[in-house]
Each structure stands twice: as C-alpha cells, then as structure tokens.
C-alpha cells in the first residue's frame, strides 16, 4: 500500500482525533506545514487535529508582556510563568491530567521516534514553543511537562522543533499512513532502514543490486537486512568521528 493511499474509513469513524494544541507567540511561523500532504489529509480525514493558540491573549496588561529580564542577572529575556500557565490550564480544561505536556527546549530529552511512537497513542498534546532565553523554570513544574529537545543545538525558537514533533506523530497516529510503511522504516528496533531503489535499472553507470530484481523473497529479505546493518555501522562510525 503506498503512503498516498486514501485513508481509512473505518479508522475514522472508530476514534476522536488525535488533538495537538500549540502555544506560541508567532502562530504565522506554524501556518504552512500542516496545511500540505499527508498532514494536511490526516486532519482532512478527521484523524488528527492542529490547534494554534498566542501566548499573548492569556496577558493581562495592556502591552501583552510574555517575557522579562531573568532574576540574578544576565543576558535576554525570560518567557514569564503566568501567561503560559493560564493558557494551558484553559484550553485543556479537564484534559490537563490526561494529556501530554510538552514544553520545547534545548536543555529537554532527547526526541526519539520511541518518544514518537509512544505520543502518538496518546489523546491530546499539548506543545509549548519558548522564544529569547527560555523559560520561567515555573511553568515545567506546574504544569506537570515534559522538556523535550530535538537535537543538541540551539533554535531562536520552539516552532520549528514543534513542527517536527507533530510530524513525526502524527504519521504514527492510526490510519495516518499504511501500518506496512511504519513497520519496516529506520530507527525501528535500533537500525535505519535498508537502502532502497526504484527505476531505472541503470543509472550513470550504478545498478541496482541484482537480488533485489530476483523475486526471490527471502534472499530480499536477507540482503535488506545485512544492507541496513551496514548502514548503520558506517553511520554510527562516522558519526563517533564526529563527536
Ligand atoms: N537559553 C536557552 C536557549 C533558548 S532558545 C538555553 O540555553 O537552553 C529559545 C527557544 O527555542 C527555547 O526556549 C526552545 O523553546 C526553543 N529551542 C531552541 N533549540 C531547541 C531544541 N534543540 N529543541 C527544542 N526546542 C528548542
């Protein structure tokens, strides 16, 4: 089954959603991801939901403050503890409990795609995107979330890190993308995927390997199997020489 493939019916008679809320203060960076492909059909077909929420309307002065200058000194400005604590708390009303609370930061745990896997059986996600210097360490605390970081290097903003945490869910969520394309893919069981071909046969000289043409099953599987072993060896060497 190709990942084009039109969704399922019966998954989307059978379950609610799976309900994103994103808490920014630049909503228009978040406009265009969701609004193409599969993402785009997933929340089409009633599968997933993307709600967008600023920061700024949970304010109650008339600049609409959301940051200011961190306690002890130093440089930039801090995301203030009340405006992102009230806008949570409302919009996931009684849902607060059950859902997953996740505040973007470079300082978080790593995202994995077992992170992935497990968020994607949850109801409702709540996504918190910090900008500046970060967050009043308050907000973590209260509302009871988890810091997540997508990688090792610093962002202006938590957007992007949120977009790509909403991605990776939500291809996971039931009847998103064929339970075949899920299965076998990289980062499964600790190993990226096989290398992969399609036509030609022949191209500027390089062929595709001939067990792959055979039609023998097993011995597909078998190579698919060794390939992506090495895969992951050459990966994990370079990538210790880079450390
Ligand atoms: N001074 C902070 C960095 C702030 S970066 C520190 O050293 O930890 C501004 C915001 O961008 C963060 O609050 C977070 O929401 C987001 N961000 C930046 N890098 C990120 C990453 N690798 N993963 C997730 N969020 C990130």
């Known amino acids: 089954m190709s990942e084009t493939e039109p969704i399922h019916q019966a998954l989307r008679e059978q379950r609610q959603p799976l309900r994103f809320d994103i ?18 059909r997933a929340a089409a077909a009633g599968l997933i939901e ?7 309307d949970w304010t109650h002065d008339r600049y609409r403050t959301v940051d200011d200058r961190p306690y002890g000194g130093g440089a930039g ?10 806008a949570v708390e409302s919009v996931l009303g009684s849902d607060l409990a059950s859902a997953r609370t996740l505040i973007m930061s470079p300082s978080g745990i ?19 995107c910090g900008h500046y210097e970060g967050f009043d360490e308050r907000i973590s605390s209260i509302l009871l979330a988890e810091e997540v970081s997508i990688g090792d290097y610093v962002l202006t903003g938590g957007e992007i890190p949120a977009m790509v945490i909403i991605d ?30 399609t036509r030609p046969v022949e191209f500027r000289g390089l062929t595709v390997p001939e067990v792959l043409l055979s039609g023998h099953h097993q011995q597909v ?15 994990d060497e370079k990538e210790s020489g880079h450390s």
């Not at 996971?172 to 990289?186: D, K, N, T």
């Open 110 to 128: 790593r995202f994995t795609q077992d992170m992935a896997s497990s968020l994607a059986g949850a109801q409702r996600i709540a996504i918190v």
């Open 77 to 86: 400005m801090i995301m203030m503890a009340p405006p992102i604590t009230e």
């Open 221 to 235: 599987r078998e190579w698919r199997r060794a390939a992506a072993i090495a895969k992951q060896a050459k990966r």
């Open 168 to 197: 990776a869910v939500a291809r996971l969520a039931p009847g998103v993308i064929s339970v075949q394309s899920i299965a076998e893919e990289s980062h499964d069981k600790g190993l990226v995927e096989h290398p992969q071909y």
């Open 23 to 40: 808490f920014t203060l630049f909503p228009e960076m978040l406009a265009g991801p969701f609004d193409a492909s599969i993402l785009k």
């Open 50 to 56: 993307i709600q967008i929420h600023q920061i700024r």
